[in-house]
């Protein structure tokens, strides 16, 4: 199994980004999909969840402001983010069972 984190990337406040998780050996639909951060010099938080049946979750902190998606033909799935802070800037790592991918940076600046 392969994850394949993509879309991070410099944005000002208050705008947004669309991360990818692109899946390979593993069905997306068939399990559910959680997407974590790591700020600089924290721990990594968990950020959001999608199951297998295509319930949300969402860490208070971007309740309201990201969603979550899935594009069963392109097994992959979206982490949308909206309203941007600061506090948002870090790696984004998607997460199936086992399997990470690699991590995508978003940097949110003013």
């Known amino acids: 199994v392969q994850l394949q984190a993509s879309g991070g990337g410099l944005v000002q406040i208050g705008g947004s980004l669309r991360l990818s998780c692109a899946a390979s050996?593993?069905?997306?639909?068939?399990?559910?999909m959680t997407w974590y951060r790591q700020a600089p010099g924290k721990e990594r938080e968990l950020v959001a969840r999608?199951?297998?049946?295509?319930?949300?979750y969402f860490a208070d902190f971007v309740k309201g402001r990201f969603t979550l998606s899935r594009d069963i033909a392109k097994n992959s799935a979206f982490l949308q983010m909206h309203m941007l802070e600061p506090e948002d800037t870090a790696v984004y790592y998607c997460?199936?069972?086992?399997?990470w991918g690699q991590g995508t940076l978003v940097t949110v600046s003013s």
């Open positions: 997460n199936i069972q086992e399997w």
């Open positions: 050996e593993i069905n997306v639909s068939s399990t559910s």
């Open positions: 999608i199951s297998q049946r295509g319930g949300t």
